[in-house]
Nanobody, 120 residues
Framework: ESQLVESGGGSVEAGGSLRLSCDASRLDDDGTDMIWYRQAPGGECELVSSITKDGRTFYTGSVKGRFTISQDSAKKMLFLQMNSLKPEDTAVYYC??????????????WGQGTQVTVSS
């Protein structure tokens, strides 16, 4: 059973917003970076955004200015606020605790993913 559980995905029109959540309360180790990845149909596993325990953030270029990563350390929750969504943001989004680019493989410290679909 995955230690990370994503929620908040869905279908929206271009320009809309979604907020993804990741419940990491079952994690034993809460001292590492948390990362959001995505994998589009037929595409590679892509690192979207990451956040360190002290709040430093990283965004891949295509989402800068539109997505915001945040965390509630006390509740062991990770979030991804996605605004101004584009059709090219359509993908399965995963939260993870490592940098192995292992979307969809069911590894420890990875969630099962949540589908985001953006229509034009």
């Amino acid at each position: 059973e995955s230690q990370l559980v994503e929620s908040g995905g869905g279908s929206v029109e271009a320009g809309g917003s979604l907020r993804l959540s990741c419940d990491a309360s079952r994690l034993d180790d809460d001292g590492t970076d948390m990362i959001w990845y995505r994998q589009a149909p037929g595409g590679e596993c892509e690192l979207v955004s990451s956040i360190t325990k002290d709040g430093r953030t990283f965004y891949t270029g295509s989402v800068k200015g539109r997505f915001t990563i945040s965390q509630d350390s006390a509740k062991k929750m990770l979030f991804l606020q996605m605004n101004s969504l584009k059709p090219e943001d359509t993908a399965v989004y995963y939260c993870a605790q490592d940098y192995t680019l292992s979307c969809g493989l069911g590894l420890d410290h990875w969630g099962q993913g949540t589908q985001v679909t953006v229509s034009s």
